[in-house]
Every structure is written in C-alpha cells, then in structure tokens.
C-alpha cells in the first residue's frame, strides 16, 4: 500500500473533497488514526505540551522530533507524514536545509512544517527548489507566543488580516505546497482558501478550509490544559476512542466540523 501523495491532496482541494489531518506522536496512534480514515499525519512540536508535560512547544528538540516522526512512520502505511520544525531550528536557510533533511532521511518525514510569513521566503524556496515540500504555517504562531502575549486569535483587524493574507500568497508564490491556518476569523480562513491553489487546513480557521486538524489530545479530551476553544471532545459520548476519531473524520468530511459556534 502506498502513501497519500502531495497529488492526491491536491486533487481533493480542487474535486472539493475535505482533508481529515490529525497530530500523531507514536505508532499505536498513527495505526488507529490511518485506519479511522485520516489521510494525513502531523508529528507536531505540540508533543512538547501534550507528552512531554512542558508550558510550550519551545524545549522541543530536533532529535525529539525525529524520534517520534519515525514512530509515526512506522505505525502507518497510507497516510501522507508531515513534522513540525522546531523552535530555532530553521533561523538560517542553510540551517533549515539540514534539519529539515534530518526528518525526511532519519525521520521518514514526506514534508516539513514552518512558522512564519513573508520573512521566511527565501527560506522556503531554498527548501523546495532542493525538492523538500514544505507547508507554512500562519496565524496563531505557538513558536512566538511569548512576542505575542499568548495564545491568541489573529487577524481579528482589518490590517493583520490584510498581512496574513498577503504572507499566505508570499509563500506560496515562494514554493510552498500546504499552508495550516491556525486561530483566525473564519472569514479569513475562507478568503485564504479561495485565494491560494495549495490546500490549506484549518487549525481553529473556520468550516470553510480544505481540511481540518486538531491535536490528537484535545480531540480525545486529555490534554493537560484548557483546550483550545475552537476544538470538540469527540470521545465525549463515543464508547470508544476509534470510534471518536471515526466520528472526526466523517464530520470533516460532511463539513460538520467546525460549527459557526467553534469557529471565530
């Protein structure tokens, strides 16, 4: 059985068919999850928080995301793999090149994920003129809360939205194949989506991206924090976690998640 292919999620963004991404930090998940229907798998530096038990994403380390990106690839067989970089590990374009071959070759990763807009530009197009995918990651930046005051919703101005939205065009202008949208009005999440040809998943963005992704924790209700507001405790009234992620999956893709109420 092959893995799910830029193409292929490509092919679903243009046919209008929805994107069921979750987080996935080992190989017992990354089975369940493949199997329940999600098509692609974030190994995020959110593991920092929600396995580690750290305040933030930043203590996350390379050789961390390398270890659980290997689980991950080898608990699956479908699914289409993509890992966070880490705090500071992509500060230069030449130190992004490096790390960002250590998850493809050790980790098994078929794309990286970056924080940040326009300024990693030439970042990302040396990222993917060497033939590594990259999906940006705009909005809500956990790698920058401490310079933003915390976790907050983005956008909500005419100006920051209007900044967003051209960043999103920037990157992909610049080579990137996936952008995550992550705590902005769902409005915006919505123009973004029209306006760009790559897929872009909602994290807290709206119903109206091509996909959506929640952390694995929150959507199962066991995450050692608040849970963000724009996610669902999908086991809450499910017997069994399978059926909880089966549950994800089928609203995703009918569009029932998010509602307006979880949205901003």
């Known amino acids: 059985m092959s893995r799910l292919t830029l ?6 963004k243009q046919q209008g068919e929805k994107i069921a991404m979750l987080t996935a930090y080992d ?7 493949e199997t329940a229907g999600v098509e692609a798998l974030l190994v995020g530096d959110s593991l920092g928080m929600v396995v580690q038990g750290q305040e933030s994403t930043l203590p996350v380390t390379m050789d961390d995301m390398v270890y659980h ?4 690839v080898r608990g699956s067989h479908r699914a289409f793999i993509l ?18 071959a250590r998850l493809m070759r050790e980790g098994g990763a078929q794309m990286v ?6 300024l990693l530009r ?4 040396q990222l993917t003129t060497r033939g590594i995918p990259v999906c940006a990651h705009l909005g809500l930046l956990p790698q920058s809360v401490h310079r933003i005051g915390g976790y907050r919703v983005q956008g909500r101005q005419e100006n920051s939205a209007q900044e967003i939205h051209e960043d999103a065009v920037i990157l992909q202008q610049a080579g990137a194949d996936m952008l995550i949208l992550e705590c902005v009005p769902a409005r915006l999440g919505k123009e973004i989506t029209q306006a760009l040809e790559i897929p872009v998943i909602s994290c807290g963005a709206g119903p109206d991206c091509n996909g959506q992704v929640l952390v694995l924790y929150d959507l199962l209700g066991i995450s050692p924090g608040k849970p963000p507001s724009f996610s669902r405790n999908f ?5 069994s976690i399978p059926n909880a992620i089966q549950a994800y ?6 569009g029932q998640f998010p509602t307006l109420e979880l949205s901003y």
């Open 7 to 12: 193409t292929k999620l490509r092919k679903m």
């Open 27 to 33: 190989a017992s998940f990354a089975a369940l999850l």
């Open 69 to 72: 990106c290997q689980n991950v």
């Open 83 to 100: 890992a966070d970089m880490p705090f500071m590990s992509y500060a230069t374009p030449t130190q992004a090149v490096d790390n960002a």
């Open 113 to 118: 994920k970056l924080e940040g807009g326009r």
């Open 122 to 125: 030439k970042t990302v197009e």
């Open 235 to 239: 086991l809450d009234g499910a017997d």
């Open 249 to 254: 999956v089928s609203a995703v893709k009918k």
